[in-house]
């Protein structure tokens, strides 16, 4: 089979995600073959550096022989059995190894099949809670501007990304948007700090009149990530973790994309020190595997569940809940976290990737260089309306998956990314900025 013989197959049968499918006349589609670390190769041999981990989801590579064969041992074992009434190993040592590894106490899992399930799961859980405890007046829901949460109806709502939720509007729920702390809103001369704070200081006036109704406040712990890869001070996690507590309203925290080492930690509530009530991991909990999601939360939340009646019960449910398959791979996941001591191997290899990228920082079109553990951003100057297409059409040309969103270009890659690869990443990138 060559390219071309998927081409219009694919645009014809397969309708995909987030595509006008239209600009597929003029954009051809890349049909891959097969990967091997941080490379996707097509038909004809041509490889693209998947410098994105496809959408965040891969940490260690594609076709890691490590997770290759733990799912190869687990498919002659158990594919699948429902998890309601049933249970099996790898779902009972995933649920355990968890919460070791999350803040706090974080005892119970929860699993959905992909993000936008786990926060579905998480919002209901925390009105549910409310309801179980006789303030059923508890169903407002407060998120941060710009933030990404998932596209299902639910979880659209406390989304705030107008290009996917205006259409939808009158199909969702109404939540309050509180200001974002990130770091590029701050005032001339105000420390990021100091603006986290005074975003905190907003949220505070909110909670204060509408704490009576309010259930949960949902937040992306460090890095909104969809929203551009926007930064913010830990200190505002601390604040809203206090404010959670002084008004009565759960904690949300979605780690879907940070989670699993993104940001530097394990879990990117660990730079504040703080403990959600309800943790929602996804992405990478498979290490880019299988889909598979799971909100985790606290004893406290679990007994206002545990009851005779069984409507009081979260009955809540997904058909693949807890695949044996999927549990696998992220408990294979786990244990290359163990075994090469990522956290802090990657902290020394983002200190030289960081140090490589000096002539991307001193480019003329590079502006607000960030950096967070595994994740590096820029706004591009000139930008015209078409950037991020062109750019990313100029990326593949040069044999890099790049996907900027609006005049954000990002780097997100695979932790099992080397810097002779990073080397080519660096050029590419510097040759797409000088051509877009
Ligand atoms: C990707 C993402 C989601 C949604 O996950 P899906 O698996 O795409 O449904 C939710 N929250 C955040 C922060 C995300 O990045």
Not at 74 to 85: F, N, S, T, W, Y
Not at 249 to 277: N, S, W, Y
Request: proline share 4%; glycine share 8%.
């Amino acid at each position: 089979m060559k390219n071309t013989d998927y081409l219009n197959r694919s645009s014809k049968a397969v309708w995909h995600p987030c595509t006008q499918m239209k600009q597929h006349e003029r954009l051809p589609l890349i049909p891959i073959s097969h990967g091997q670390g941080v490379w996707l190769y097509d038909f004809e041999g041509q490889g693209y550096l998947d410098a994105i981990s496809s959408w965040w989801v891969n940490l260690f590579g594609h076709a890691n022989p490590r997770i290759n064969a733990a799912l190869k041992d687990q498919l002659e074992k158990l594919e699948h059995v429902m998890l309601a009434g049933f249970t099996h190993a790898p779902v009972i040592e995933l649920s355990e190894r968890l919460a070791q590894l999350a803040p706090g106490n974080l005892g119970h899992c929860f699993y959905g099949s992909d993000g936008a399930s786990a926060i579905e799961i998480a919002l209901k859980m925390s009105f549910h809670f409310w309801r179980n405890s006789g303030q059923s007046h508890k169903i407002g829901f407060v998120s941060i501007a710009n933030g990404y949460h998932g596209e299902t109806l639910g979880a659209l709502s406390v989304t705030d990304v107008a290009l996917f939720k205006d259409t939808y509007a009158p199909l969702l729920r109404q939540t309050y948007q509180t200001p974002s702390p990130d770091a590029r809103l701050a005032e001339p001369g105000e420390s990021a700090e100091a603006y986290a704070l005074r975003c905190a200081e907003a949220l505070a006036q909110y909670l204060e009149q509408h704490h009576a109704t309010t259930a949960a406040l949902i937040v992306e712990p460090l890095v909104q990530c969809a929203g551009g890869m926007a930064l913010h001070h830990p200190i505002y996690l601390k604040r809203a973790r206090e404010l959670c507590n002084q008004f009565g309203v759960h904690l949300i925290a979605d780690e879907i994309a940070v989670g699993f080492g993104r940001t530097g930690t394990m879990f990117a509530c660990e730079q504040a020190a703080i403990t959600p009530d309800f943790l929602c991991l996804s992405k990478g909990l498979t290490g880019g595997y299988l889909p598979l999601s799971v909100v985790m939360t606290s004893d406290a939340i679990y007994q206002a569940f545990y009851h005779d009646e069984v409507a009081r019960g979260f009955l809540h449910s997904h058909s693949y809940t807890g695949n044996p398959l999927a549990c696998r791979a992220a408990l294979a996941t786990l244990d290359i976290f163990a075994q090469d001591d990522v956290i802090a191997t990657n902290c020394v290899k983002a200190a030289q990737f960081t140090q490589a990228m000096q002539p991307l920082r001193d480019h003329l079109r590079v502006h607000r260089f960030r950096h967070l553990g595994m994740i590096w951003a820029f706004d591009v100057a000139d930008a015209g309306a078409n950037f991020s297409q062109d750019f990313y059409q100029a990326a593949l040309q040069r044999g890099l998956l790049l996907r900027p969103i609006g005049n954000t270009v990002y780097f997100m890659p695979p932790y099992v990314m080397e810097m002779e690869e990073m080397a080519l990443l660096i050029q590419g990138t510097l040759a797409c900025l000088d051509a877009t």
